[in-house]
């Protein structure tokens, strides 16, 4: 069955300091890989999406992640982080039926 | 522009009480998705429907049901709440290439 790692729950990190947040999946065919973000008291949005093709994908926000199916990761980066990205964020992969699999979350705490 | 409108937004029940969530979503989606969220576990996904009149249980669907009589609305019930079941519910809904529309969720506290 999917699965989704994302090893750390709390990051802190300085303003305007680069971020990388990590994510493992399990998966056995090529898979479907998106990062989400959550804001407090709020729903999720997408931040970017893999189906397939160039492995370095770029979203909104000033976020990126590549796909490197070697290491089954798909990391999310940003060069410079804001205090506004303060929230917590989550990888997920597609399942099959349309289904999206999350993983634990991981949150930002970004210091001035 | 709606999108998905979950009601109601916040509710205490009491242990054994029962009560329903509503989904509603305007964009012709054929699939609608109920999950959970509880601190350190993500999203978890409940129940979920593939098209009007289907339903099918996702990771963690016990304790709940669910009906889609209509294409546009999701429901999903507690029929005797426990407070195991206190968490925030999302509801989502998506076309066939995993763009889903989450809505604003529901907070409910069963004590």
């Known amino acids: 069955a999917q699965s989704v790692t994302q090893p750390d729950i709390h990051i802190t990190v300085s303003e305007g300091a680069s971020l990388e947040l990590r994510c493992n999946y399990s998966y056995g065919a090529t898979p479907y890989l998106f990062w989400y973000v959550q804001s407090p008291g709020q729903g999720l949005q997408l931040l970017l999406k893999y189906f397939s093709g160039d492995t370095l994908v770029q979203g909104i926000k000033g976020f990126e992640a590549e796909f490197k199916r070697s290491q089954s990761s798909f990391n999310l980066r940003k060069p410079s982080v804001h205090w506004s990205d303060a929230a917590e964020y989550f990888c997920a992969v597609g399942a099959n039926g349309n289904k999206l699999v999350f993983g634990a979350g991981t949150i930002l705490r970004v210091k001035s | 522009n709606a999108g998905v409108t979950q009601t109601p937004k916040f509710r205490v029940l009491k242990t054994g009480q029962s009560m329903t969530l509503l989904c509603a979503q305007d964009m012709n989606h054929e699939y609608m998705y109920w999950y959970r969220q509880d601190p350190g576990m993500g999203l978890r996904l409940i129940h979920y429907s593939v098209g009007e009149g289907t339903t099918a249980k996702g990771e963690v669907p016990d304790g709940y049901n669910v009906s889609r009589l209509k294409k546009q609305n999701f429901l999903l019930g507690l029929e005797s709440a426990a407070p195991s079941q206190t968490s925030v519910y999302f509801c989502?809904?998506?076309?066939?290439?995993?763009?889903?529309?989450f809505g604003s969720g529901t907070r409910l506290t069963v004590v």
């Open positions: 989502a809904s998506s076309a066939d290439n995993y763009g889903y529309t």
